[in-house]
């Protein structure tokens, strides 16, 4: 039944509701149990939410009740009947543009997924909270997160979005700032916003606490509030590597996933506040040192 997790699953505790299970074998790793109904109390475990512009596999009963997130037709699907159907309805896995109830203790562990933010969202104690990172079980999302250029510069070939993460880490160590970060890049599958999302209600600020934007709508809607500075609080780089167009999707080129010094990509400009923040109008090789940007994830 499980298939490979393309996004993980920030899973903060193990939850039990009439609607879903969390898993918590040590052996298995989290995965998302589905009771089966007719009161048999079975359940049949799935992998977490896959998340990719094409279908992750072919849909057959091998993988009945997996989680596919259509990130082209941004809606979430569920195998059934050897096809990739739309979720909704499905008790798992609600989904709309606005919260389908309130947040309380009677519902810890539902998910919901946001069409408006395109965003999977799990009920925590504290509310709605964003549902995937590959940073762990035990980190706290941020509510007031930094984003910054890095101060050092790169090629194209960065490792993919993992050797990037990593870049994104040692640069917030350098600079002494708190928590996990991720690098605010796409690929031919994995929008930039995807890839950074935290919880829809954070705010974002930089290395000397100026307002970036108030929301992550805020953040895609065309401008921000302040240049970004580096993780030293200093002017950041003259231009970073992004892939992505000003409203946080991919666009055509990212140096092949960030793996290859070949081709070239749309940058961003740390000092501008009008859109080409993060899409400027002309390409830069892959070749060509640039830094890259990146959003804090967590409080620690």
Not at 136 to 160: E, H, V
Not at 173 to 192: D, E, N, R, V
Not at 229 to 252: H, K, Q
Request: aromatic letters at 10%.
């Amino acid at each position: 039944m499980n298939i490979k997790i393309a996004t993980s699953m920030l899973i903060l505790a193990c939850f039990l509701t009439s609607a879903i299970l969390w898993s918590c074998d040590s052996d298995s790793g989290k995965t998302l149990l589905i009771p089966m109904g007719g009161g048999s109390g079975s359940t049949e475990e799935i992998d977490m939410a896959v998340v990719s512009y094409t279908e992750p596999g072919a849909c057959t009963t091998y993988h009945s009740g997996e989680l596919w997130y259509d990130s082209t037709a941004m809606t979430l699907k569920i195998c059934d009947d050897n096809a990739w159907k739309p979720a909704v309805g499905n008790p798992t896995a609600l989904v709309g543009a606005t919260e389908p109830f309130a947040c309380s203790s009677s519902y810890i562990g539902a998910l919901w997924y946001d069409t408006a933010d395109g965003v999977l969202n799990i009920c925590l104690a504290s509310g709605w909270a964003h549902a995937s990172t590959e940073a762990g079980d035990s980190l706290t999302p941020c509510t007031n997160c930094i984003i910054f250029a890095t101060s050092t510069t790169y090629n194209g070939n960065l490792g993919g979005l993992e050797g990037a993460d990593e870049i994104c880490n040692l640069r917030a160590a350098a600079g002494g700032l708190p928590g996990y970060y991720k690098a605010l890049l796409s690929t031919g599958t994995i929008h930039g916003r995807d890839h950074t999302r935290i919880r829809p209600d954070a705010s974002f600020i930089t290395t000397d606490s100026s307002s970036i934007a108030s929301s992550y709508t805020d953040l895609w809607d065309g401008t921000i509030a302040h240049q970004i500075r580096d993780e030293f609080g200093a002017s950041g780089p003259s231009s970073t590597y992004t892939g992505t167009e000003s409203n946080g999707y991919s666009s055509s080129s990212n140096c092949s996933g960030w793996t290859t010094t070949s081709g070239s990509v749309y940058y961003g400009a740390p000092s501008s506040t009008t859109s080409s923040w993060v899409r400027g109008s002309t390409f830069f090789n892959c070749e060509q040192a640039r830094g890259i940007y990146c959003v804090q994830w967590s409080e620690e």
